[in-house]
Nanobody, 128 residues
Framework: QVQVAESGGGMVQTGGSLRLSCAAS????????VTWFRQASGQEREFLAA????????SYADSVKGRFTISRDSAKNTVYLQMNNLKPSDTAVYYC?????????????????????WGQGTLVTVSS
């Protein structure tokens, strides 16, 4: 199965932007759906966005729609999460995960139930 690794986290001020990367190794993302989710201290995991590698269909949580954009780069076998207009409430550890066999109706929070792989996470801190 594919292995994933996140990068790109850091500290930004309110209103700033960051782009997170989720790189695949071991195999390509072909036939996978990739999701970004986050977990703030003491809170449950929160689905943010997902993309089906084949075809590029996307899904977003209402809380980030219009601020976050998920995309993929086939040449680099990487999925990105562009995050704009960041708020202190966006502070969390951000993870990417991958799963095969995701149909369109499952492209969303349900993906978190049976992820096949996920990374160590990257910390995003938004200061006020």
């Amino acid at each position: 199965q594919v292995q994933v690794a996140e990068s790109g986290g850091g500290m930004v001020q309110t209103g700033g932007s960051l782009r997170l990367s989720c790189a695949a190794s071991g195999r390509t993302f072909r036939n996978y759906a990739v999701t970004w989710f986050r977990q703030a201290s003491g809170q449950e995991r929160e689905f943010l966005a997902a993309i089906r590698w084949n075809g590029g269909a996307t899904s977003y949580a209402d809380s980030v729609k219009g601020r976050f954009t998920i995309s993929r780069d086939s040449a680099k076998n990487t999925v990105y999460l562009q995050m704009n207009n960041l708020k202190p409430s966006d502070t969390a550890v951000y993870y990417c995960g991958a799963k095969t066999g995701v149909i369109l109706s499952e492209l969303g929070p349900r993906m978190l139930e049976r992820l096949e792989s996920w990374g160590q996470g990257t910390l995003v801190t938004v200061s006020s």
